[in-house]
């Protein structure tokens, strides 16, 4: 009996939650006679929280607990048509500690899940390895969840400014621009292309209680509003029906240029709003990565990173290596590539913007957007970013990062915390006085206000000549809407032009102090002047030309 025909082995999905180009999956079958596909459910990250400011847990809103409890049906619906299951684990308190009893009381002797590069999963999962290697368990956990190895990203960094005899002020450790991260980087590595129909049967679960996946309702939730549900569902299923959709259209992925795009296409999105899947791993991203590339392929000319499709995958890169090499890098203090900003405290100017109170319609609905779909373009993510820090709240961009975090279903560590940073003009672009505005930059895109009048009905039958500002709308026209600004929608928080300016005023200061954040401060050199040229086309209102339309 040689040792594969032996093993027994458990794969442990957490993101990941697909089958297809799934490494650790793939290897867990080759090399055990028995698998058991295990997912622990969380309690602290489902169950509802009373005291949170919207619906859903302290840790998830709502569209996002559904859209995981979607992707786990669908996964476990995917295991069992190659004769198999999800085995649905419920964690009492922390879930290393039922991943390891489980290791335990199953005589696993091999354990696979992908490697995660988040903080609290280094953590985790270093409990779990030195729980395996305590017992004698053979611990494989390949890097399937971005295009390349962060670490090895970092290594090459070292290696290549070692050779090339660079300043090594920085350690020569992170590329901290995109530039020097597509230089390193090279072409990613093909995805697992064996399909297979079978997988090995799961062994002997004992007397374990092993659940279903639970429903909404069953956690707790009671009913939720149909308008509160988002249009886009979980799973690996709908992730490969998306991403065929959108690769069908050649000249669409060919053409695609971000940062161009209509904002007002919020009920047939003009983009792939691929994001979710690939954070739960519902979609690989190498085959999505490949999958591109073909059609590129088919193509006489494409667009080029860092405005391309396949750009976007690798930005996303580039701020899963940042984050990994960057001490406290969800943080302003204590990190090094951060400025320094004395930001405003106001608990009410906050919960105006959290709550979409602001009285401006467009920041407004937005984030009503965001607590009732969990999604919004990624054009409205700015301006909303905008407004709360460098704009026109000067509240400190942890505080938004916190509630996207919360609220989105494409929540994802490295880059919320990389486009926070970003777009508060703290790390990688310090062109601070370019401002979006919470007037002209929606009405560009949207001249009939159609996407305020879905997420804001009080709004619906205001004149579009003040929809955009309705506190100028003279009374009779607000008694026409029957919105009274002030009791049926509330007045405008601050005044744009003055807050504005004095942010301008407050970030020029920020800056001349220049104070770093544990290290060196990244400073207005040659370097960073070069990357501000390089980055130019993703600041706000940086280009005219049009998305070209996507077509259904």
Known sequence: MDAATAATAMVWFRKG??????????????????????????????RPDPDAPSPGSARAGVARVRFLLESLDDLDSRLRRLGSRLLLLRARDDVSDAVCAALKDWNISKLYFESDTEPYALTRDKRVTDFAAASGIEVFS???????DPAEIIEKRMFFTFCRMLNLKNGGRTPLTYQSFLNIAGEPPAPVAKEYSVLPPIGDTGEYELFSVPKLEELGYGNISQEAVPPFRGGETEALKRMRESLQDKEWVAKFEKPKGDLSAFLKPATTVLSPYLKFGCLSSRYFYHCIQDVYRSTKMHTKPPVSLTGQLLWRDFFYTVSFGTPNFDHMKGNKICKQIPWRESEELFVAWRDGRTGYPWIDAIMIQLRKWGWMHHLARHSVACFLTRGDLFIHWEKGRDVFERLLIDSDWAINNGNWLWLSSSSFFYQYHRIYSPISFGKKYDP???????????LKHMPKEYIYEPWTAPLSVQEKASCIIGKDYPKPVVDHAAASKECRDRMGEAYASNRPGGGDPVKGNKA???RQRKISEYAPDSSKSKQPKKRS
Do not use: E, K, Q, W
Request: hydrophobic share 40%.
């Open 17 to 46: 939650l697909r089958v297809h180009d799934n490494p650790a999956l793939d290897a867990a079958r080759r090399g055990a006679a028995r698998v058991y596909p295990v997912f622990v459910l969380d309690p602290r990250y489902l």
């Open 142 to 148: 390949p890097v399937s969840h971005t295009l390349f």
């Open 448 to 458: 009939n206000g159609d996407y305020i009048r879905h997420f804001i009905p009080a």
């Open 528 to 530: 960073s002047n070069s």
